[in-house]
């Protein structure tokens, strides 16, 4: 599935057929994507839009933070079907590509950070390097959290000191 067709994509997203993996941890400690590339591989195999998703549930702020992997036709989670059906045009064919997706409030504002990690076609070009730019990224986003998530990286503005005049 290195393309898919407006209307075909809008169909499985509308009609519920992305098939969905979930794995949920209780600790960083246990983050591993071995099973959800396993799973990534068999879902392209066979030429599905999927969403892989891994919970890891202690957290700062006891928030859940979700890992996602979704093969899509643009950068938009895949359950978000209003938006989907407004973005894609059913006659355009598209790039199958796969995005990364985290989800907390530490992470952005909106408390969603994806981006896309390579199109399909890449991905069966070179797994390998594929994984590890994926595997880097949520490692990256989970240091971010640790030191205080994305608020962390606004430059802080500097008040200005009004000196009071002395008699």
Do not use: C
């Amino acid at each position: 599935m290195m393309e898919i067709l407006g209307s075909e994509f809008l169909e499985v997203v509308k009609d519920q057929q992305v098939l969905e993996v979930s794995e949920s941890l209780v600790n960083f400690n246990e983050l591993d994507f071995t099973a959800a590339f396993a799973d990534l591989d068999q879902n392209i195999k066979h030429q599905k839009v999927t969403r892989i998703a891994i919970t890891v549930n202690e957290l700062v702020e006891g928030e859940p933070l979700t890992f996602s992997l979704e093969t899509s036709a643009i950068n938009l989670p895949v359950r978000y079907t209003n938006a989907l059906t407004k973005l894609i045009d059913e006659a355009t064919m598209y790039p199958v590509n796969i995005y990364m997706i985290i989800e907390h409030p530490m992470i952005s504002q909106s408390s969603l950070f994806i981006q896309k990690a390579a199109s399909v076609a890449a991905y069966l070009d070179d797994p390998a390097s594929v994984q590890k730019r994926i595997t880097t990224f949520f490692n990256d986003q989970v240091a971010l959290i640790k030191a205080g998530g994305w608020e962390s990286l606004l430059v802080p503005v500097e008040e200005e000191t009004i000196v009071e005049p002395t008699e």
